[in-house]
């Protein structure tokens, strides 16, 4: 598991705005205790009016199959056993994008 990578997961039901079911995340981060950083994707394409938002258009390298919104205000731990399937990579400009919002959404640029 790397940095980047997409993967299906299967994130229990929530009764918040939280994203739950079966859907793609970008792996951010592995972690100890068998824990992994991911931002959940989804396919509507409203969630681009809020911010942290990332747009990721289908491609074969990324494994995709329809146009993407990586969530990344979802950012989460989820366990590594979620994880089930990886379907491609991100390309590295969008991954770098990714990373500059995460680093602004949690105060970390200056």
């Given amino acids: 598991m790397k940095k980047g990578e997409i993967w299906i ?3 229990p ?4 705005h939280e994203q739950s079911g079966k859907r793609p995340v970008v792996l951010v981060a592995r972690l100890e205790a ?3 950083m991911v ?6 394409q409203n969630a681009l009016r809020f911010p942290h938002t990332v ?6 390298r990324n494994g995709l199959s329809e146009l993407s919104i990586a969530l990344v205000f979802q950012l989460r731990a989820i ?5 089930k399937k990886k ?5 590295k400009s969008l991954l770098e994008k990714v990373d500059g919002m995460m680093s602004e ?6």
């Fill in 34 to 36: 068998n824990m992994a």
């Fill in 105 to 110: 959404m949690l105060g970390l640029k200056n």
């Fill in 87 to 91: 379907i491609g990579v991100l390309q």
């Fill in 39 to 44: 931002i959940p994707c989804t396919s509507n």
């Fill in 9 to 11: 997961v299967d994130i």
């Fill in 55 to 60: 747009s990721i258009d289908s491609t074969v």
């Fill in 79 to 83: 366990d590594q056993k979620r994880l």
């Fill in 13 to 16: 039901q929530s009764e918040s």
